[in-house]
């Protein structure tokens, strides 16, 4: 089994984040399935603002379809939380496209009654709000709270540092119990934060269990493959992840040069 795990922090400004995350990728992928951590190559600058967002979806998209439609895949794992092209890619890859979002909501679902995010600023808790209530789940979630940090290259350094590491979690954990305190069961980290834990080997905070995102991404796509491969179909193309007709396709990919989408 190969995987296309794609993130969007920058494989230069947050190379450290980005080799935990195959790390510990490494560490729980079975026998036989390899995981191939990518970042993008100029990461998620300001992606608590819609527009800079909307420019840092296209390189995850571009990323998607060479993969999907390059036939090396099994799986592309979409491992940024805001969910970046995920509609688009499933409407056209035939592969499982999983979302860090729904894996980690839907498992803090079946773990506890209310779950909370930790997310890397104030500016990002409407979105994700928007994003839980888009599941259909909004009264399941005790709380979001903010960590104080603006700008998420500054985590890279904790990484290698064992100071800012120290401050960093020490961060995260008072954010968490914020959260504990306002009725959370579960907790999921945003971003490198969830690596930086996971990595500590810390999996709960005064009893309440903290995600680790990463490697449940892995072990959720590894099931979701072999699902795939046993009923010969996973996504429906009725509604939301219709595709396009193949004639529709055509004319796009020449209007737009998507050459990935054009038949191989």
């Known amino acids: 089994?190969?995987?296309?795990?794609?993130?969007?922090?920058?494989?230069?400004?947050?190379?450290?984040?980005v080799a935990a995350t195959q790390a510990l990728a490494d560490k729980i992928a079975a026998p036989g399935t390899?995981?191939?951590?990518?970042?993008?190559?100029?990461?998620?600058?300001?992606?608590?603002?819609?527009?800079?967002w909307h420019y840092n979806v296209r390189e995850i998209i571009r990323n998607g379809l060479d993969a999907g439609k390059s036939g090396k895949y099994?799986?592309?794992?979409?491992?940024?939380?805001?969910?970046?092209?995920?509609?688009?890619?499933?409407?056209?890859?035939?592969?499982?496209?999983?979302?860090?979002?729904?894996?980690?909501?839907?498992?803090?679902?079946?773990?506890?009654?209310?779950?909370a995010l930790i997310v890397p600023n104030e500016k990002f808790i409407p979105?994700?709000?928007?994003?839980?209530?888009?599941y259909g789940i909004i009264s399941r979630l005790a709380a979001i709270e903010s960590l104080t940090y603006e700008n998420t290259r500054n985590?890279?350094?904790?990484?290698?540092?064992?100071?800012?590491?120290?401050?960093?979690?020490?961060?995260?954990?008072?954010?968490?119990?914020?959260?504990?305190?306002?009725?959370?069961?579960?907790i999921i980290g945003i971003g490198a934060a969830t690596a930086l834990m996971a990595r500590r080997g810390v999996y709960e905070i005064d009893g309440v269990p903290l995600l680790d995102s990463y490697s449940l991404l892995v072990k959720l796509t590894e099931a979701t493959v072999g699902y795939h491969a046993l009923g010969g179909s996973f996504i429906s193309r009725k509604r939301l992840y219709q595709s396009p007709p193949a004639d529709l396709c055509q004319r796009a990919a020449e209007i737009h040069n998507i050459t990935s989408l054009l038949p191989r």
């Open 34 to 52: 390899t995981v191939e951590v990518h970042g993008t190559r100029e990461g998620a600058y300001g992606d608590q603002y819609r527009l800079f």
């Open 127 to 134: 979105r994700y709000r928007e994003i839980v209530y888009g």
């Open 155 to 186: 985590f890279n350094a904790a990484f290698i540092d064992l100071q800012q590491e120290e401050a960093c979690a020490a961060e995260i954990t008072a954010t968490a119990r914020k959260a504990i305190a306002k009725g959370a069961e579960v």
């Open 74 to 115: 099994d799986a592309f794992v979409l491992a940024n939380s805001l969910e970046p092209g995920l509609i688009e890619l499933r409407e056209v890859l035939d592969i499982p496209v999983i979302s860090f979002m729904e894996a980690c909501c839907f498992t803090a679902c079946s773990m506890g009654e209310r779950f």
């Open 1 to 17: 089994m190969r995987i296309w795990y794609q993130l969007m922090a920058s494989e230069k400004g947050m190379n450290h984040f």
